[in-house]
């Protein structure tokens, strides 16, 4: 499942840019399709725009039917009455989501913890310090069998000793839900720790979920401004 919504705060009609004689969302919704991992592809949206970007090329669309707060509850609404296992999560402004990131991801649903595990979620390690102190960047942090512990838009953990050879890791806002985890999701009501920071996977670990990090190598560009899509651009190239 893609959620796409026509407005964004930082980029308002970011998922219809032009990206090399494509757009972002259709872009992101062939790659997805292309790692042919999945037995279904949709875009999740609420505007008619890019419902028409997507079916008219032949792709598969569902339009929501109820205003959405977050990509979770807008694919919660699309897949409740589907009968299905494992859901993925692939954001639209991705168009760079590629097969191996995402078959680790399915990966851990086989592994030996894979009981404890209600959703999975992708990590890379950054070092740029401008990037670990940016509010636009999620970071994560995890326990030694790489639960997620905490995320933030603050630089955590705090580097009160910066020779203690901690690691950070921005969250790639790609997951593979269990159905039943998802669902209850949609069902919780927001907390004040995830409305301060605007971070919906808090609901989950809040709520008592379990959060599977798994480490890519593989950053790509997530779309969230217009000099993401120049730095997308010269990559496509």
Sequence with gaps: MIPARYSAFRFPGKLMQDLEGKTVILRTYEATVATNLFDEVYVVTDSDIIYNEITSHGGKAIMSKKQHESGSDRIAEAVQDLDVDIVVNVQGDEPFTERESLEKLLNVFKSDDAKEIDLASLMV??????????????????DQNDFALYFSRSPIPYPRDKEAGVKYFKHKGIYAFRKQALLDFYNLPIQYIEASEKIECIRYLEYGKKIKMVETNIEGVEIDTPEDLERAKKLWK
Excluded: A, M, Q, R
């Design 125 to 142: 390690e950054i070092k740029d310090w401008e990037e670990i102190s940016n509010p636009n960047t999620v970071k994560v942090i995890v």
